[in-house]
């Protein structure tokens, strides 16, 4: 069975439809880009995926269960258990420090372990910097703080919204690898962007465009 | 930006609030002072007695905004089945409100052939409301304690009284019988003479003062004296009660203005990211405060607008209530209170927004 | 991890939660500031209202019912009641005997004056030295419930210091004039029953009848009219409260008409009828009723007074209350982004509620505590410019305030939780 069966997905906003009978399916341990002009539903999709938001029309199967029949209350619980978030403005709460803010998702997830986290800060690099706050850390630091706090509850999928967004060539290219490194290690990537650059390194790329899915490419290339 | 309003309606409330009723507690209690009766009295300056056109023209010395109420009085020695006391006519009206402090256990009479006794004469005599008594007057001036019993053929008059009330005072207005004048004058055949004349005047000391100094310089044969226990003490206490109210409306305004301050701050603090903007987008420092400033004094414009408006309502709210009458609009606080409030929200603004400016704003926009 | 989160709140972002806590900190201090104003200043403008002088007189029961009728002009001598000297300390031993201020015995004479004149000759106390067998001491006399006397010249008589000589006297103005006396002259006083050469100390003017008496001391009165050990009147200066319904039954259909239980109310509470009735109780014979032109007036201005206060109150807690809520609102909608990331990666509601509450709670805490602190210098910097003693702080108020800021607190910051709740994370975080 697929982690992941999109059938027939729309979402629709008043007149507007962001995403208009989109399929996709998603295989576990799957590294998966989604493509697209501004505006062409990649947010919508990545909320879709991300259990933050409900198709207007069509299933959502993650891991065996219809998101579109949750309750708000049970879509949180998926996305705690399942769903490791990056974002492009990093979203870190200014007031905690990058162990902190690492530790606040394991402490909604079920108990803070400051060991765990600290290992999961060194794996992307970050031991010396876990007691700073985030105005004293970099954009590159800040977004691999948001990746470290993604996987330390080891969920199914990691949903990355444009995570080199707001970062220079080099942050770049640590962030493709730290990706990389997930992949080897199993974990389902699902990565939203606009940059053909962060699509290339991905197994498979979709490119959507007015809500529909027009093209698929399969990276014959791909390193695994 | 609703917050922001809210709270500079809110402080411009509590201010003219309080600085109405601050100027307005003066006048309203010093009403209410008057409810310790006379505080200014005439007795005649000769031995003649008083007159109605002495006592008119003395009291139209005194401004008629200001006189609460006047009773003269005139004493006549009566007696009631032989008993020798005291009657006394006075003009009801005058009486009710020079002296609110009386408890009747009745009526007050309105009109003649009631009388109001004092308590103490009414437990002597046994009279309740409702009894009737006559009370009778010697025209030879001579009192029955006086006058032998057996001299049965005496120059008297009487007439009979309804009793309407009797008087509880705890002085001695509770030894009298109270009739009105036109009765007293019937009864003893003489019209037109007054013992005194009791006054509520509300009025400061100092114009007490002159008023009486100035009767008693104009006024033929009357002299105008200050009910000293009255006055000083209506001197001591409203004083007191005008410096606390003062003090009050002071601290309450520092601190409201305090409160409104930091709610701006916090307001204008929570937009730092559209100053990083502006500056990014290539305004200057000036223009950014400028413009900010200009938010900032409209609101407290409007802000004030509306709290000299609830100021109003509250204050009105208030007199109504503590003093049953309303109060006066002074029109001079819609401006005070405006520049106030453009004042405190103008100082308040300028603090963040000035740190706002001295931040780079490629750090604002990054989301710090 | 949760305590780390609200520390990470509170101590890293100092200078917001300063604001904050700034904010409520005045707010709480108005509210208890006015607070203990209100509940003090019946108190206080009571005492003030003492400079009217007694609002209770006491005189013996015979007297009370027969007094002068038969001596109209009052010059003649009578053999009325009197009420004993000995029995006056026990005023202060009633049930309000606390609230009883001041008083002071009156024996009331008519004197021959050298030119055959005659007045009005009073004895009384002027500040006598008072030890009670409660243990208790106190001053009494004239000298304050006389408090709009003026001195003209001369001064008052010290019973206690060196004019504590029988024979001293005060003059009033008008009788002063008239005779031509002044301060230090000896005037010569005669009655049926002796004569005496009176020391006058001092001129008073005291704006009324008392400007044509003398008054001298208790001793000298009561040799001159032979009543040792005995006196006319008692003048009472007690601080009540104003009268209700109850009050007003019991005054006019006597006490003995009331419920048990409404007997027991008025007994306890401090109405100037259950001050008198209490004070017949102590005195034999006596009769005390109020003197209206005080009693009743003090009631009008104490009421008027703290519904004056009790409205300037709700008004400045009404402000402080909008101030506090408009602040923690605005503090609570800034957070929408912590909110939004929160609720992402997989927290509850309640649990998100729980850390923004609590932070904000501690918060109000410390502000509230600081706050009642500098209440309280406010109002005793109230107490003492105005009425030149401290304001009792009732324990009362720290409820009360504690209670109003968690509400005002509470009422600012969960609605504007709630609203945040009910943003879907995904618009929040893309909201730009």
Redesign the interface.
């Known amino acids: 069975m697929s982690l992941l069966e999109i059938k027939n997905v729309s979402k629709i906003y008043g007149p507007l439809k962001a995403l208009d009978g989109v399929d996709l399916t998603v295989e576990n341990g799957e590294w998966l880009a989604i493509m697209g002009p501004s505006g062409s539903g990649k947010?919508t999709m990545m909320?879709i995926i991300?259990c933050?938001?409900k198709p207007s029309l069509g299933e959502v199967i993650l891991d065996g269960a219809d998101i579109a029949k949750e309750s708000n209350?049970k879509l949180?619980?998926i996305?705690?258990?399942k769903i490791g978030?990056i974002?492009q403005?990093?979203?870190l709460?200014?007031?905690?420090?990058a162990l902190?803010n690492v530790?606040?998702?394991?402490?909604?997830?079920s108990m803070?372990d400051e060991k765990e986290a600290m290992e999961a800060l060194s794996r992307v690099g970050l031991a010396d910097r876990a007691k700073h706050?985030?105005?004293q850390l970099s954009?590159g630091e800040q977004q691999r703080v948001c990746i470290a706090?993604a996987l330390i509850n080891h969920p199914e999928i990691v949903l990355a919204?444009e995570p080199t967004g707001?970062l220079d060539e080099a942050n770049e290219n640590i962030v493709i690898d730290i990706f990389k490194q997930l992949h080897r290690q199993g974990t389902t990537l699902i990565v939203v962007t606009h940059d053909p650059e962060v699509a290339e390194v991905a197994q498979r790329t979709v490119v959507l465009e007015h809500g529909r899915l027009v093209k698929e490419i399969i990276n014959e290339n791909f390193e695994e | 930006m609703l917050v922001a309003l809210l709270a500079i309606a809110v402080g411009a409330t509590i201010l003219s609030g309080l600085v109405t009723i601050y100027y307005d507690v003066p006048r309203q209690m010093g009403e209410q002072f008057r409810n310790y009766g006379a505080n200014m009295i005439f007795t005649p300056s000769g031995s003649d007695k008083l007159s109605t056109d002495a006592i008119n023209m003395a009291e139209s010395l005194i401004d008629s905004k200001e006189l609460v109420g006047s009773a003269p009085y005139r004493y006549e020695n009566i007696t009631v089945y032989e008993r020798p006391l005291m009657a006394a006519a006075t003009d009801f009206e005058g009486a009710e409100k020079t002296c609110p402090y009386w408890r009747i256990d009745g009526e007050w009479p309105s009109k003649n052939g009631e009388a109001l006794v004092g308590k103490e004469t009414a437990e002597t005599l046994d009279l309740r409301a409702g009894d009737t008594v006559t009370l009778v007057y010697d025209l030879e001036g001579q009192t029955a304690a006086a006058k032998p019993k057996e001299n049965t053929e005496r120059n008297q008059n009487s007439l009979e009284f309804r009793v309407t009330g009797v008087l509880d005072t705890g002085g001695n207005e509770e030894k009298y019988i109270f009739i009105s004048i036109a009765d007293m004058e019937s009864l003893t055949g003489k019209s037109d003479i007054f013992d005194m004349t009791e006054l509520s005047v509300s009025a400061s000391q100092e114009q007490l003062s002159d008023y009486a100094e100035k009767i008693s310089a104009e006024v033929d044969g009357l002299s105008a004296r200050l009910v000293k226990r009255v006055t000083q003490s209506e001197n001591t206490v409203l004083s007191k009660l005008q410096a606390l109210v003062l003090l009050v409306t002071v601290i309450v305004l520092l601190l409201t203005m305090i409160c409104v301050a930091t709610t701006m701050m916090a307001v204008v603090t929570e937009r730092r990211r559209e100053v990083g903007l502006r500056k990014a987008l290539g305004a200057s420092n000036k223009s950014i405060i400028f413009e900010f400033m200009g938010e900032g004094l409209l609101l407290g414009a409007i802000g004030g607008l509306l709290g000299s408006f609830f100021g109003f309502v509250f204050a009105q709210a208030v007199s109504v209530n503590v003093f049953n009458s309303s109060i006066q609009f002074h029109w001079v606080l819609i401006p005070i209170t405006i520049l106030v409030s453009v004042l405190v929200t103008g100082i308040s603004c300028v603090l963040p927004v000035r740190s706002a400016t001295d931040v780079d704003p490629a750090l604002v926009l990054k989301g710090e | 991890m949760f305590f780390r989160m609200i520390k990470g709140a509170l101590f890293r972002q100092k200078s917001k939660m300063i604001l904050i806590a700034v904010t409520i900190a005045l707010g709480a201090s108005l509210a208890t500031a006015m607070l203990n104003i209100m509940l003090d200043v019946g108190d206080k403008v009571n005492q003030e209202l003492k400079a009217y002088g007694a609002n209770i007189t006491v005189v013996p029961k015979e007297n009370s019912v027969l007094s002068e009728l038969y001596s109209l002009d009052e010059k003649e001598e009578t053999a009325a009641a009197h009420l004993k000297e000995d029995d006056l300390g026990k005023i202060k031993t009633i049930f309000w005997g606390f609230n009883i201020i001041d008083f002071t015995p009156f024996v009331n004479t008519y004197a021959k004056l050298p030119n055959g004149e005659s007045v009005k000759l009073t004895g009384t106390w002027f500040n006598h030295h008072l030890a009670l067998n409660t243990g208790e001491e106190l001053d009494a006399g004239i000298h304050s419930l006389r408090s709009w006397w003026d001195v003209k010249n001369g001064r008052w008589i010290d019973e206690q210091g060196d004019s504590a000589d029988d024979n001293s006297a005060m003059i009033g103005v008008a009788l002063a004039e008239k005779l031509g006396v002044s301060t230090g002259d000896k005037l010569e006083v005669k009655t049926s029953k002796g004569s005496k050469a009176l020391n006058i100390t001092g001129v008073y003017d005291a704006g009324g009848d008392e400007d044509e008496q003398i008054f001298t001391t208790l001793k000298t009165a009561q040799e001159l009219s032979d009543t040792t050990g005995l006196i006319d009147s008692i003048e009472v200066s007690a601080l009540t409260t104003p009268d209700n319904e109850l009050a007003r039954k019991a005054a006019t259909k006597g006490p003995g008409s009331l419920s048990p239980a409404d007997y027991e109310t008025w007994y306890c509470t401090a109405y100037v009828s259950s001050i008198c009735y209490q004070i017949q109780e102590a005195i034999p014979d006596s009769v005390a009723s109020p003197v209206r032109q005080v009693a009743e007036s003090e009631g009008t201005i104490l009421d008027k007074t703290q519904l004056l206060m009790i409205l300037i109150t709700i008004l400045s807690l009404f402000g402080s209350a909008l101030g506090i809520s408009n602040l923690v609102t605005a503090s609570v909608m800034e957070r929408s982004n912590e909110i939004g990331l929160l609720k992402a990666i997989g927290a509850r509601d309640y649990r998100i509620s729980g850390i923004v509450l609590t932070e904000i709670i501690i918060t109000a805490v410390v502000g509230g505590v600081a706050g009642y602190f500098m209440g309280y210098g406010f109002a005793q910097i109230i107490g003492q410019t105005v009425f030149g003693s401290a304001i009792e702080m009732k324990p009362m108020v720290i409820p009360v305030v504690a209670v109003l800021i968690i509400i005002v607190t509470l009422v600012g910051s969960i609605p504007a939780i709630r609203m945040l709740l009910r943003l879907r994370p995904a618009e929040v975080l893309h909201g730009r």
């Open positions: 947010s909320n991300g933050m938001d209350k949180t619980e996305r705690r258990d978030l974002f403005q990093f979203h709460i200014n007031y905690l420090t902190e530790m606040v998702s394991q402490y909604y997830h803070p706050l985030p105005s954009g706090r919204d707001n």
